[in-house]
C-alpha cells in the first residue's frame, strides 16, 4: 500500500505571494489533515477534511484554505504569505473521520516552506 | 489553555533505557498518542493509550496517569536508530489533537 505523497518538498517563496500545497493520501483513507510544523515545535493543527468539507478547523486565519478531492487528495493554499509561515507543512491521513475517537495518522513527509 | 510539557532534549546510552515524560492540561481527553519523528522525515505512530495504566509494545512502552494528566514513553535496550524527537498529543473533548514541542533523544555510543 502506498502511503501519504506530498509535494513540492521544498519551496521558496517571497512575502506576500500565494502557495499550493498537495497532498495524496494512504490507500483506503478517507479524510485529510493539515499540520504546520515551525522548527523546534510540535505540529499545530490547521484543519481537516472529510468526504470533501472542512470538518474542523485550528487557530488559524481564513488565508489559509483548503481543498479535498473525490478521490481524496487534497491541498492547502495560502494566500497574501508572511515570514512566520514559514514552516514545514504536514498531510496526515486516516481510515475514518479523526473526530470519533482513537484514530492513528499517517503522515506525509512534508513540504518545507520558506518565505523570504 | 491547553498544554503539553514534555523535556526539550534527553541524552542517553546505547543498550540503555530511557523514560520520557509528558504532562497535560486539556479541555476533556479522548486519549494520548506517542509518534516518532526522525529529523527531516514524517511522525510516525508509536502508541496510544486511553485507560489508566501501561500498554507495552516490544522495546517500547507507554504508560497513563489520567488523574494526574501524566504520560511517560519508555524505551528499552536504546539503538543509535532510536536518536528522534518523540511527540506526545493528546486528543481534546472536539477530538482535535493537541501536540507537545517534541523531546529530542540524542543516543550516545
Known amino acids: 500500500e502506498t502511503g501519504v505523497t506530498q509535494s513540492p518538498t521544498h519551496l521558496i517563496k517571497t512575502r506576500g505571494q500565494q502557495v499550493t500545497l498537495r497532498c495524496s493520501s494512504q490507500s483506503g483513507h478517507n479524510t485529510v489533515s493539515w499540520y504546520q510544523q515551525a522548527l523546534g515545535q510540535g505540529p499545530q493543527f490547521i484543519f481537516q477534511y472529510y468526504r470533501e468539507e472542512e470538518n474542523g478547523r485550528g487557530n488559524f486565519p481564513p488565508r489559509f484554505s483548503g481543498l479535498q478531492f473525490p478521490n481524496y487528495s487534497s491541498e492547502l493554499n495560502v494566500n497574501a504569505l508572511e515570514l512566520d509561515d514559514s514552516a514545514l507543512y504536514l498531510c496526515?491521513?486516516?481510515?475514518?473521520?479523526?473526530?470519533?475517537?482513537?484514530?492513528?495518522?499517517?503522515f506525509g513527509a512534508g513540504s518545507r516552506l520558506t518565505v523570504l | 489553555g491547553q498544554n503539553i510539557d514534555q523535556p526539550t532534549e534527553m541524552t542517553a546510552t546505547e543498550g540503555a533505557i530511557v523514560q520520557i515524560n509528558c504532562t497535560y492540561q486539556t479541555s476533556g481527553f479522548n486519549g494520548l498518542f506517542w509518534y516518532q519523528q526522525h529529523a527531516g522525515e514524517a511522525p510516525t505512530f508509536l502508541s496510544y493509550?486511553?485507560l489508566d495504566g501501561l500498554e507495552e509494545k516490544g522495546r517500547f512502552s507507554s504508560f497513563l496517569s489520567r488523574s494526574k494528566g501524566y504520560s511517560y514513553l519508555l524505551l528499552k535496550e536504546l539503538q543509535m536508530k532510536d536518536s528522534a524527537s518523540y511527540l506526545c498529543a493528546v486528543s481534546d473533548s472536539n477530538y482535535q489533537l493537541i501536540w507537545g514541542a517534541g523531546t529530542k533523544l540524542i543516543i550516545k555510543p
Open positions: 493509550n486511553v
Open positions: 496526515a491521513s486516516s481510515p475514518v473521520d479523526s473526530f470519533s475517537g482513537a484514530n492513528v495518522l499517517t
